[in-house]
């Protein structure tokens, strides 16, 4: 038997509209009589704020002892309104014993990705502890292995490694979302702002100040340096780029662009040469490189150029050509049409091995699955040390650092960042349409604003993310002064895009990092 509420509603709506009045009354004064009381006000949450923890640590680096102090903390970010926007985490190593602390070096450093934490530069290269790694073959699990970096740059520098919104503990706060710091020009106003309080709150206006980024992280920095520059007036001694990409197109595969095929050619021959695969290997990787250059600029290039107007005989000639860089069977290229983008590469030349040829460092290899598959599925290199950073990070952050947020978790690489980035930017005039992100201007900017930055591009042989040939490129056509031109300095290693994964290149590349530190610090 229906309830007498359920009763009146199922009369009312048969009645005349004479009679519903009154039903309206009658279910109305039914429902005050079950009013239940107000909930109580949801609890406002706490006002977010910042948090740091600074321990005292020491380090042989060499012959000197260095004293110095370790900050893990939080900088928060604020609107024009005052209102909180982010909290920005970060890692600062500054040395105790300095003379002059506010003249000391500073260098803010951070990765790429974009989505990725700043834990591979600190805890692979330059902080004062070091994961250690297999080379160029997976890093087994736990328990890793972490030691002191005889290779950190803090004997040179004060270091300061950030982590922009989405990474390790950097969150939004208030009313922001982490996506709204997700973009080329978002990206670059939360570091500047970062790095304006940093440099305001410790006094280290009068010191000289680099940028060290690695692959996005190279493309951040030039508009970064170009931003603060330009908009805050402090001004950069050095930029250090590392595995360099300006412009993103020359590392694009896209329909109708020739140029990512020829720039990728060298570094397919010199992966080609470590994995023994070419028929007639030369003794010297360098040897090799060289004369791809020169192929890749003349006879590939015109061949590429020609398009469909390329006849069979020619095709087949330069596949003959590319074969013996490459090791890649002629067929192949002749069904490639002579263009092999990069997944293909990974997944075709050990494909007769079994196995799939690393990305960022195509020293590495991992079994293949699918060995019909066009395309490589993962990157082996990625694969073999992502477990290895982010258990030694996790480690060293509770041991060492003291310092842990609630259970937050540390985020190495973001899984939601790069797919929801905004790669709208603009610098100057542009006469055409919108074509592949570019910070390009963003250089020549801030090089032209300040005449002293000086630049050094860090090189692996083996990156095949960002390739060493399409980054020549980029740095010979920046149009710059002759005298301007002479401030950009590239270095290479035999390794591949994080080249201090190789023993021997960390320190090539301490050595020279240092080196640029010192000499763009004096002034002559």
Partial sequence: MPNLSHAIVLTCLFLSPVTAPLCAQETH??????????????????????????????????????????TAATIMLKNEKEEPTALIYYTAYTRSDAKDAAQRPIAFIYNGGPGSASVWLHMGAFGPKRIVTANAEPTPPAPYKVADNVNSLLDKTDMVFIDPVGTGFSHAVGKAQDKDFWGVDSDVKSLAEFIYIYVTRNNRWNSPKFLIGESYGTFRSAALSNYLQNHDGMYFNGIVLISSVLDLGTISFNPGDDQAYIFYLPSYAATAWFHKVLPNRPDNVHTLIEETRQFAVTEYAAALQKGSKLSAPEKT????????????????????????????????????????????????????????????????????????????????????????????????????????????????????????????????????????????????????????????????????????????????????????????????????????????????
């Fill in 29 to 70: 004064e039914k429902q005050t009589t079950t009013v239940e009381k107000e909930k109580p006000a949801e609890p406002v949450p706490p006002a977010p704020k910042e948090d740091a923890s600074v321990t005292d640590h020491a380090l042989k680096i060499g012959t000197q002892t260095v004293s110095y102090k370790a």
């Fill in 317 to 524: 000639e330069v596949a003959k050509k590319i074969s013996g860089f490459t090791g890649l069977n002629e067929d192949y290229l002749v069904k490639a049409n002579l263009r092999v983008n990069l997944p293909q590469f990974m997944q075709e030349l050990q494909r007769s091995r079994g196995l799939t040829t690393g990305r960022l460092d195509a020293r590495f290899s991992g079994f293949t699955y699918d060995l019909l598959g066009e395309y490589a599925q993962s990157d082996p290199q990625s694969d073999a040390i992502t477990g290895a950073f982010t258990a030694a990070f996790n480690t060293y952050l509770h041991d060492e650092l003291k310092f842990g947020l609630q259970d937050r978790k540390y985020h190495t690489i973001s899984e939601e960042a790069g797919g929801a980035w905004d790669w709208k930017h603009k610098v100057g005039e542009n006469f055409g349409f919108p074509g592949s992100p570019n910070v390009e201007g963003d250089l020549i900017q801030a090089l032209l604003t300040n005449p002293h930055l000086q630049v050094e591009v860090e090189n692996g042989l083996y990156d095949l993310a960002t390739p060493f040939f399409a980054t020549e490129y980029t740095m010979d056509h920046l149009g710059l002064p002759e005298k301007l031109q002479k401030n950009i300095h590239l270095q290479y290693y035999d390794a591949g895009h994080m080249m201090y994964l190789r023993d021997e290149d960390l320190t090539k590349l301490k050595a020279n990092v240092a080196g640029f530190i010192d000499a763009s610090s004096k002034h002559e």
